[in-house]
């Protein structure tokens, strides 16, 4: 039997308003897991406990900026880094100021605020519905005026938290180019030699400064080949992997309390991004549909590299991905 719940709330730290989440099997009175959100922040979610333990790291700082939120946060409708800040699709450029040296960082929705709805109890689980529009009236629409809207049903049972997602092109005359990814900032749980990482992934995407040049590289000369656990002590990684597929799932091993977490997606996210910065307590295992820079990448012809996803209008497309904790075996 389950138990679930939910309460709005504010965050004792920053003030900003939250929904917290429980479920419960009431049969193993210690296996509870609660997911908290800032819906106001990106849809942000920032807090995911099982069984006592957190998953997440909820505020820090990433290469030297200000302390800031971390969490969760929802990468749409250019998933990490845009070249020179700026792409052209069908005559058209799409400008943005730039926030990471001269290229853009994470799209246009982390930080803006989303609308909810009540969330609903069913008999094992709680789902909380959420969706952000870019329309004519929106902050975003100004730098990508093309009317779409990016709905959200978070789902939470005992171990797991599930991501459903659709993209809804609303125009009516534009093509909508877009990609999706989720960026989890995972708390480094006991040494750092303790946690070891699998990406199931076929090919390692050569980059310049952090930007993919295209190129599919085998992994025997990749910078790690991730198919086989790695500690993190042994990596030091910000880097696009590709070919990943619903069939096969990222992990994430802690050994030092003897769970796993499985990152399960649909065959929509092909990519992965890997950060395993040395010097935090956190790393990143990062699903997306597409390749950092993808747009530009798609402008130049590679389209199997950039998989860049293109709605005509009225269009629309759903994916998934979920994460599960368990023991390991």
Same mark, same amino acid.
């Given at each position: 039997?389950?138990?679930?719940?939910?309460? &709005?709330?504010?965050?004792?730290? =920053?003030?900003?308003?939250? #929904?917290?989440?429980?479920?419960?099997?009431?049969?193993?009175?210690?296996?509870?897991?609660?997911?908290? #959100?800032?819906?106001n922040?990106?849809?942000?979610? +920032?807090?995911?406990e099982?069984?006592?333990?957190?998953?997440?790291?909820?505020?820090?700082?990433?290469?030297?900026? @200000?302390?800031?939120?971390? !969490?969760?946060?929802?990468l749409?409708?250019?998933p990490?880094?845009?070249?020179?800040?700026?792409?052209?699709?069908?005559?058209?450029?799409?400008?943005?100021?730039?926030?990471?040296?001269?290229?853009?960082?994470? /799209?246009?929705?982390?930080?803006?605020?989303?609308?909810?709805?009540?969330? @609903?109890?069913?008999?094992?689980?709680?789902?909380?519905?959420?969706?952000?529009?870019?329309?004519p009236?929106?902050?975003?629409?100004?730098?990508?005026?093309?009317?779409?809207t990016?709905?959200?049903?978070?789902?939470?049972?005992? /171990?797991?938290?599930?991501?459903?997602? =659709?993209v809804?092109?609303?125009?009516?005359?534009?093509?909508?180019? +877009?990609?999706?990814?989720?960026?989890?900032?995972?708390?480094?749980?006991?040494?750092r030699?303790?946690?070891? #990482?699998?990406?199931?992934?076929?090919?390692?995407?050569?980059? @310049?400064?952090?930007?993919?040049t !295209?190129?599919?590289?085998?992994?025997?000369?990749?910078?790690?080949?991730? =198919?086989?656990?790695?500690?993190?002590?042994?990596?030091?990684?910000?880097?696009?992997?590709?070919?990943?597929?619903s069939?096969?799932?990222q992990?994430? &091993?802690?050994?030092?309390i003897?769970?796993?977490?499985?990152?399960?997606?649909?065959?929509?996210?092909?990519?992965?991004?890997? &950060?395993?910065?040395?010097?935090?307590? &956190? $790393?990143?295992l990062?699903?997306q549909?597409?390749?950092?820079?993808?747009?530009?990448?798609?402008?130049? /012809?590679?389209?199997? @590299?950039?998989?860049?996803?293109?709605?005509?209008? /009225?269009?629309?497309?759903?994916?998934?991905?979920? $994460?599960?904790?368990?023991?390991q075996?």
């Amino acid at each position: 039997m389950y138990r679930c719940a939910y309460r &709005y709330d504010d965050h004792p730290e =920053t003030g900003w308003p939250i #929904i917290r989440l429980s479920c419960q099997d009431t049969r193993i009175s210690s296996h509870q897991t609660i997911a908290q #959100i800032f819906p106001n922040n990106g849809c942000n979610l +920032f807090d995911w406990e099982v069984d006592g333990i957190e998953y997440l790291t909820d505020f820090g700082t990433v290469k030297g900026s @200000a302390h800031q939120l971390l !969490g969760i946060p929802i990468l749409y409708p250019t998933p990490n880094r845009v070249r020179g800040a700026q792409f052209t699709f069908e005559e058209r450029t799409f400008t943005f100021p730039p926030n990471n040296g001269a290229n853009f960082i994470h /799209g246009l929705v982390r930080d803006l605020p989303w609308k909810t709805d009540e969330p @609903a109890i069913e008999d094992e689980s709680i789902s909380l519905h959420a969706s952000i529009k870019i329309a004519p009236d929106s902050p975003a629409f100004e730098l990508f005026p093309i009317s779409n809207t990016l709905s959200l049903i978070l789902t939470l049972k005992p /171990g797991h938290i599930r991501f459903d997602f =659709t993209v809804q092109n609303d125009d009516e005359r534009q093509r909508l180019p +877009f990609g999706l990814a989720i960026h989890p900032y995972f708390r480094v749980i006991g040494p750092r030699d303790s946690v070891r #990482i699998e990406v199931p992934a076929r090919k390692w995407m050569e980059a @310049a400064n952090l930007l993919p040049t !295209g190129k599919l590289v085998d992994l025997s000369r990749a910078p790690a080949d991730l =198919t086989k656990p790695q500690s993190l002590s042994e990596l030091a990684l910000d880097d696009v992997f590709w070919g990943l597929s619903s069939s096969a799932t990222q992990t994430i &091993y802690y050994d030092n309390i003897g769970t796993k977490v499985t990152l399960a997606a649909s065959d929509f996210f092909t990519h992965s991004v890997v &950060y395993t910065p040395p010097e935090q307590p &956190y $790393f990143c295992l990062e699903n997306q549909s597409c390749a950092t820079d993808a747009h530009n990448l798609y402008a130049q /012809g590679l389209e199997e @590299a950039a998989h860049l996803t293109i709605l005509e209008p /009225g269009e629309s497309h759903s994916s998934w991905i979920e $994460f599960s904790v368990a023991d390991q075996e």
